[in-house]
């Protein structure tokens, strides 16, 4: 039996010839032979950026995209007696009304500032105010 021989130096095998043992079993393909197809190359690509719109955030939860972690969200809306609710109170307090009628102001909505935030990323979105 005839022992194969290694091929001479500068050999390129034809482009269509069937990989080799070597190749076959793991040895590696010739960069360029039809058993090794090039990804295409695209002349030029273009990034397109994902626009989002900021919406002002109103007395009432509002559904949009997170900015953080673009979720799809309906807003959570958390409230806190607002600067004019405070003063509204003094001015009560001032006027006589200090035995719990000055805390009416703190309880009313109207009065209300509301901080937005994602209920899924707990982010701060934004904040209305009276």
Known sequence: MDKPTA???GFVPPSDAPPS???A???GVAPHSPYHPQPPVAAHQVHV???TTVVPPGPNPTHMICPHCHAE???TVKTSP???AWLSGALIALFGCWMGC???PC???ECMDKEHSCPNCKAFLGKYRR
Do not use: F, K
């Open 7 to 9: 091929p001479p130096p």
């Open 21 to 23: 043992y070597n190749q």
């Open 25 to 27: 079993m793991g040895g």
């Open 49 to 51: 950026p994902v626009v």
């Open 73 to 75: 969200i309906e807003s």
């Open 82 to 84: 607002s600067t004019m």
């Open 102 to 104: 000055c805390l009416i």
């Open 107 to 109: 309880c009313m909505d």
